[in-house]
């Protein structure tokens, strides 16, 4: 079993503990990683629509322009529905800026007017992928820009479990925990062909969570005759909207908060077994090569 840490009092703080009330897990480093994706993200208050390239070349340049080669345009445009007693109303808010971007364009940071987003498909512990970039571009981007207000941070993790036994959904009926595991448990089991489910948590007040997850079926390559393989979706987005001041110590504990937040639903999702099959070790005695901790 994965220790809590309740166990592991050395070296946390406030901001080590989940929001909502979940058990944290000791900082632990996972050495089987299925992570396809993190991104981090953060909205700030601002009525322009568009970022000057003048100012973006600034944090580009300051940034790491050897890291990150790639420098380009890169629009967002963003939909609210609202469901009124008139009807469904939709509003668009649309921001162009632009993409830095590593020459393999795994690693990649958007800037827009509002937004500053940081994304990876080679990410290894949020420290170094997600937690260390992003302060720099923050200090960066607050400076040329002038923006004072955030009012959203996020962090996502797309965790696609792929395991060479898993040839028909049930295999996961063990490795999930029992509530997510939904009608692989249930008396149509042996019908089922795929798994798809949302849940929204309420964290706190000004907090939240999305969990989805699922079976899917994803065919297996380079053998004569592929034969069906099913893979486990683990996507968590975590948040927390709120209107506060910038100030970098602060964001950067909120944000840690956020991470130490994602990996106890991650904990949630999976079973103690297959927790301890990732192969968990402390952080502090392992390497960027050995996985990750969140």
């Known amino acids: 079993m994965v220790q809590s840490s309740s166990d592991v009092p050395e070296g946390t703080d406030e901001w080590d503990v989940p929001l909502g009330g979940l058990q944290g897990l000791a900082r632990v480093m996972l050495e089987r990683t299925h992570v396809e994706a993190a991104v981090a993200e953060v909205r700030f208050v601002s009525d322009h629509s568009e970022l000057p390239e003048s100012v973006a070349t600034v944090v580009w340049e300051a940034f790491g322009t050897e890291d990150f080669p790639i420098f380009e345009p890169a629009n967002q445009v963003m939909v609210t529905l609202t469901i009124t007693p008139e009807g469904p109303q939709q509003a668009q808010q649309a921001q162009q800026g632009w993409l830095l971007a590593t020459s393999d364009r795994a690693t990649a940071v958007t800037l827009l007017p509002a937004t500053v987003i940081v994304q990876t498909r080679n990410y290894s512990r949020y420290s170094t992928s997600l937690g260390k970039p992003l302060a720099k571009v923050l200090e960066l981007f607050t400076a040329a820009t002038g923006v004072t207000l955030i009012q959203r941070l996020g962090l996502r993790y797309i965790n696609r479990l792929a395991e060479k036994d898993a040839t028909t959904p049930a295999f996961w009926r063990d490795h999930i925990r029992e509530p997510f595991a939904g009608p692989l448990n249930g008396t149509v ?106």
């Open 189 to 294: 089991a042996n019908l089922v062909s795929g798994v798809h489910q949302q849940v929204q948590l309420k964290l706190a007040e000004t907090a939240g969570a999305r969990i989805q997850c699922g079976v899917f079926e994803e065919p297996q390559v380079g053998v004569p005759a592929p034969s069906p393989n099913y893979n486990y979706l683990v996507d968590l987005d975590v948040f927390r909207e709120q209107a506060t001041p910038y100030d970098a110590t602060m964001s950067a504990n909120m944000v840690r908060q956020l991470n130490r937040t994602a990996l106890a639903l991650f904990a949630t999702v999976l079973s103690d077994q297959y927790l301890a099959q990732l192969s968990p070790v402390p952080a502090e005695r392992a390497t960027d090569k050995e996985g990750y901790d969140r």
